[in-house]
Nanobody
Framework: VQLVESGGGLVPAGGSLRLSCAAS????????MAWFRQVPGKEREFVAH?????????YYPDSVKGRFTISRDNAKNTVSLQMNSLKPEDTAVYYC????????WGLGTLVTVSS
């Protein structure tokens, strides 16, 4: 499985950004997909995931709940992260993630939120 993120950039506080992750693999629709983020010197932090069971449930930590929305397009093998009301503390490299027989990570896309 290969994961390629796009959509990062510089945005002012309060702004919005949409990240996308293109995935290879014939079984994308069965993959649980997630987004993580990492600030240099800190641990990678979970941001959102979307499952394929339980009606395609999603989950977010409190830090982004109500501001971020994860969605997927199984026909296009993509998963997106819509980020609204961005804060400077959202600045990080954002990574797409899935796990099948092993974990897979994309190379990441940088999001910078200016104050």
């Amino acid at each position: 499985v290969q994961l390629v993120e796009s959509g990062g950039g510089l945005v002012p506080a309060g702004g919005s950004l949409r990240l996308s992750c293109a995935a290879s693999g014939r079984s994308f629709s069965s993959y649980t997909m997630a987004w993580f983020r990492q600030v240099p010197g800190k641990e990678r932090e979970f941001v959102a995931h979307t499952r394929t069971w339980r009606g395609g449930s999603t989950y977010y930590p409190d830090s982004v709940k109500g501001r971020f929305t994860i969605s997927r397009d199984n026909a296009k093998n993509t998963v997106s992260l819509q980020m609204n009301s961005l804060k400077p503390e959202d600045t990080a490299v954002y990574y797409c993630f899935t796990v099948t027989t092993r974990p897979y990570w994309g190379l990441g896309t940088l999001v910078t939120v200016s104050s």
